[in-house]
Nanobody, 125 residues
Framework: QVQLVESGGGLVQAGGSLRLSCAASGLTFRRYTMGWFRQAPGKEREFVAAVNWIGGTHYANSVKGRFTISRDNAKNPVYLQMNSLKPEDTAVYYC???????????????????WGQGTQVTVSS
């Protein structure tokens, strides 16, 4: 049974930093592209960042230069380092795993077959 468990969310002031972690189990981690998505109240879930099995990354324009995704294939976590946070970054952040597209990074919700429960990130102004 595949499980993705996020942690590291919380409340932070604008300009601050947070690091999210996602612990994956029940899958061959190194074969999956791992992604982070977010969903703000009243909005659709949107792509944030992803990293494929060889470390290739892709970011949404809104977070490029501020967020960094990384993975540790030996220990299974995937991280999202978030710097220079803005109030508009407030959302529930979800970890997702895609094992269907090889090393190609996809940015759509439908491209990911496994999801975590999410962790709340709130950025105050």
């Amino acid at each position: 049974q595949v499980q993705l468990v996020e942690s590291g969310g919380g409340l932070v002031q604008a300009g601050g930093s947070l690091r999210l972690s996602c612990a994956a189990s029940g899958l061959t981690f190194r074969r999956y592209t791992m992604g982070w998505f977010r969903q703000a109240p009243g909005k659709e879930r949107e792509f944030v960042a992803a990293v494929n099995w060889i470390g290739g990354t892709h970011y949404a324009n809104s977070v490029k230069g501020r967020f960094t995704i990384s993975r540790d294939n030996a220990k299974n976590p995937v991280y999202l380092q978030m710097n220079s946070l803005k109030p508009e970054d407030t959302a529930v952040y979800y970890c997702a795993a895609d094992g269907s597209h090889g090393g190609v990074v996809v940015t759509t919700v439908s491209g990911y077959g496994y999801w975590g429960q999410g962790t709340q990130v709130t950025v105050s102004s």
